[in-house]
């Protein structure tokens, strides 16, 4: 069995990456001495793969929904409920669906070994029958109402659907009441076995635990040989998403009243993304790069964000971010203010005089310790250490290459962005205001 051992020469942190027999990419981060111990075992398969594979092997249109709805049938069994069995050994488990991956988690401070048999076995052994998928129905659909009604994740998927014309992102992780109405117990089954390949797969766990301990659990529930899964892993090459998505965005504004007590917004450039780099997530130095210019822009020792609170329009809430995934990259503002569309003008003025002034070196370096400063910090959490190691492997990265490429990371970067990314005709303003 391979055995990869990553040593971080700046931090000494270690990680070990196993490349199990069953076909199933596990990382080990030891944490000797922790209380807490913390797992993690995903999928490459999110709301924005809109297609399965049936019986025949030939591709299907899938409702949307159905990869969020999958998630919380998983933990169903003939027997009863994997969290009845966690309740058991008093860990605390959970999940969740993004655009571009799956995953099932939990927490611990003793018995890891026996709650990652519980979270290998239950994802590992689905079981849908047309009674507890109709039964299912409401209660997603209620929480897909409940999520609807949420002020701020109206305004983020207002501004998605502004965004984008065709790629799967502009729609609600949850799908529609009307979507899920759809879904049966076969076409669960048919995205299970497309997306739930242990070669598509990747295992996260960390804490006062060893390799040795974990691949007793791995050998154990997965057994020693992957052939009988199907590789779905070729499923993103090239990805469903990628279909012709236009520079342009399909709106430049989008609003709508809810009851808040200040208006919402989210203000986004729009990324092209070349067709050929269409299933690619950002490499480490330009996550890197994003990172630090989010925080010259909007952090908190950002001029821009000085002279907004000193003008009083905004609050704590304000920030900054890339938003990307497989087929799709924008650079997001976000927060509350009494007037939005000063506080867009105010972000054009701030990109346009660091084009015209240049990005002063000083500023990129403080920018740059404080985000390289938080990374290393969140080495000591357990849970942030595993997501990490979730993501490189998903994204194609090494554990720790993110960190690296942060401490070599230049002003150039940022200033080639600021030239290349932020144009007007490819932003949206989306607002939330008060009834």
């Given amino acids: ?7 971080h020469e700046r931090t000494g942190e270690v990680c070990h990456r196993v490349d199990h027999p069953s076909g199933l990419t596990i990382f080990v981060c030891p944490k000797p001495g922790y209380r807490s111990g913390y797992a993690a075992f995903a999928t490459r398969y999110g709301s924005i793969d809109t297609f399965c594979l049936n019986g025949q092997g030939k591709a299907t249109p899938v409702p949307e929904g159905i990869a969020h709805y999958l998630e919380h049938k998983l933990f169903e069994s003939e027997d009863g409920d994997a969290f009845a069995r966690y309740a058991a050994t008093g860990a605390s488990a959970n999940a969740y669906t993004s655009f571009d991956h799956t995953a099932y988690l939990f927490t611990c401070t003793d018995q890891l070994e026996d709650n990652l048999e519980i979270l290998l076995d239950f994802v590992r052994h689905p079981y849908f029958t047309e009674e507890t998928v109709q039964k299912e129905q409401g209660i997603i659909g209620q929480e897909i109402r409940m999520l609807d009604d949420n002020p701020g994740r109206r305004c983020l ?3 998605l659907r502004a965004l984008y014309t065709r790629h799967p992102v502009r729609v609600d992780i949850g799908g529609t009441v009307e979507s899920i109405a759809h879904i049966t117990p076969e076409l669960l089954y048919d995205c299970y076995h497309t997306y739930y390949d242990l070669h598509n797969m990747a295992l996260a766990v960390a804490g006062d635990v060893t390799v040795e301990r ?7 529930v997965l057994g020693t040989d992957g052939s009988a899964d199907r590789g779905a892993a070729v499923l993103r090459t090239p990805p469903v998403p990628a279909l012709a998505e236009p520079e342009a965005v399909a709106q430049d504004r989008i609003e709508e009243a809810m009851p808040v007590a200040a208006p919402l917004f989210y203000f ?3 990324k092209a993304i070349p067709e050929r780099e269409a299933g690619r997530l950002q490499t480490p130095a330009e996550l890197a790069g994003a990172a630090v210019l989010c925080e010259l822009l909007a952090g908190r020792a950002s001029p821009l964000y000085a002279r907004l609170m000193a003008k009083g329009l905004i609050n704590s809430s304000f920030g900054a971010d890339l938003f990307d995934g497989p087929g799709y990259a924008a650079w997001l503002f976000a927060g509350e203010s009494a007037d939005p569309d000063r506080v867009c003008e105010e972000i054009r003025e701030e990109i346009a005089r660091l084009r015209r002034e240049g990005v002063a070196t000083s500023d990129f370096e403080a920018a740059r310790r404080a985000v390289y400063g938080r990374m290393v910090a969140g080495l000591n959490d357990v849970e942030n250490c595993a997501d990490a190691r979730i993501s490189d492997c998903f994204n194609g990265r090494e554990p720790f290459a993110l960190i690296d490429e942060m401490a070599a990371l230049g ?3 940022v200033t080639e962005r600021l030239e290349s990314d932020f144009h007007d005709t490819c932003s949206v303003l989306s607002i939330v205001r008060p009834v």
């Fill in 1 to 7: 069995m391979n055995v990869i051992t990553y040593q």
């Fill in 157 to 159: 998927f207002n501004l």
């Fill in 214 to 220: 974990v691949l007793a659990v791995a050998d154990r």
């Fill in 268 to 270: 986004g450039y729009k």
């Fill in 411 to 413: 002003v150039q970067w």
